[in-house]
């Protein structure tokens, strides 16, 4: 067998750090959606939080929703009501997690 460290390079301390997503930003990393949602449906349910500017959804090849992607919205104030009302939310019988993207593409 081995012995030590797998990568000497990393320490032994296995623990994930929680990494808080940012306070700032108007996209949103949105997780937990029902896979039968489309983007009109998506953009409808965060339009009442505020002008939804972009939905991108990420899809298997065969165009089959993986229930996860970002909502971009016009202004931060928007984006803090959307995450204080949806996140940890009940849709479709799919747990939500809204936050603030962490590496938005322009």
């Known amino acids: 067998g081995r012995r030590g460290s797998p990568d000497p390079a990393r ?3 296995t ?4 990494r808080t997503p940012p306070t700032a930003g108007l996209t949103m ?4 959606l029902p896979f039968e949602k489309t983007g009109d449906d ?4 965060f339009a009442e939080y505020g002008e939804v500017t972009d939905v991108r959804l990420t899809q298997h ?3 089959q929703s993986k229930g996860f992607g970002f909502v971009s919205l016009a202004t931060e ?6 995450i204080k009302a949806l996140d940890g939310g009940d849709w479709g ?9 962490r ?4």
């Open 93 to 101: 019988g799919r747990r939500l997690l809204v936050e603030r993207a």
């Open 42 to 45: 998506v953009r409808a349910r």
């Open 103 to 106: 590496n938005p593409r322009p």
């Open 29 to 32: 990393f949105v997780a937990g």
């Open 77 to 82: 104030d928007a984006v803090d009501a959307a």
């Open 15 to 18: 623990r994930r750090v929680k």
């Open 11 to 13: 320490p032994h301390d």
């Open 61 to 63: 090849p065969s165009g």
